[in-house]
């Protein structure tokens, strides 16, 4: 099946400092989402976007839908403690799925660094 | 209530029984999800209803996993003759429309023993 390549696995992040992760595909999507997911939790919907090239921030948070409609990234300027979690994107295939199959990525963990 | 709501939180049972998750969407909402995330993992499709019926149930595993949303509202996933490998967290979500933002329960955390 479809699947998202999402990087980092896991980074370690210093109050402050900003962070960077990504998705990427094989396939064109129509819609990327992002969530964040703390332990015990649902994950959370954090920003969503349709358009390729759309660039939509939430706070501290940025995300872009790459021009290709093939990956897309998110920004966390100036990390807090909270931010600590595991961060998924999801899209929605242009093809191979019915509009309400999201393909999750394996997540990248943000740790507070010893 | 506000959000979309799982019950049980917590779900211990045997190997070979039956069990029932039940997912409370949010009010209006006529998309319903459900996923199954393992340690580790991203939630992985199962199921999708648009209204009462099942729009895409392709990523139900075996005829072991039934799901029902009898009118457009409460969902429920039904696993029959448990196996250990079904031990997982099944997460179920909301939309007002497919496609668009899907907002997800704390989830039930299933364990076969």
């Known amino acids: 099946g479809q699947q998202l390549n999402q990087s980092p696995q896991s980074m370690f992040i210093q109050e402050g400092e900003d962070v960077s992760m990504n998705c990427t595909s094989s396939s064109i999507f129509n819609t990327w989402l992002w969530y964040k997911q703390d332990p015990g939790e649902g994950p959370v919907l954090l920003i969503a976007?349709?358009?390729?090239?759309e660039l939509t921030s939430n706070g501290r948070l940025t995300a872009q839908f790459g021009i290709t409609r093939k990956d897309s990234f998110l920004n966390i300027s100036a990390s807090i403690p909270s931010d600590v979690g595991i961060y998924f994107c999801?899209?929605?295939?242009?093809?191979?799925?019915?509009?309400?199959?999201?393909?999750f990525g394996k997540g990248t963990k943000l740790s507070v660094k010893p | 209530g506000a959000g979309v709501s799982q019950t049980p939180s917590n779900k211990v049972t045997e190997k070979g029984k039956y069990v029932e998750l039940r997912c409370d969407p949010i009010s209006g909402h006529t998309a319903l999800y459900w996923y199954r995330q393992s340690l580790g993992q991203g939630p992985e499709f199962l199921i999708y209803f648009q209204g009462t019926g099942a729009a895409d149930d392709s990523g139900l595993p075996n005829d072991r996993f039934f799901a029902v949303r009898p009118e457009g509202s409460v969902s429920t996933l039904k696993i029959q003759r448990t196996e250990r490998g079904d031990s997982a967290v099944y997460l179920c979500?909301?939309?007002?429309?497919?496609?668009?933002?899907?907002?997800f329960g704390q989830g039930t955390r299933l364990t076969v023993v």
């Open positions: 999801a899209g929605q295939p242009t093809y191979g799925g019915s509009q309400g199959n999201l393909i």
């Open positions: 979500a909301s939309s007002s429309q497919s496609g668009t933002e899907a907002f």
């Open positions: 976007l349709y358009k390729a090239g």
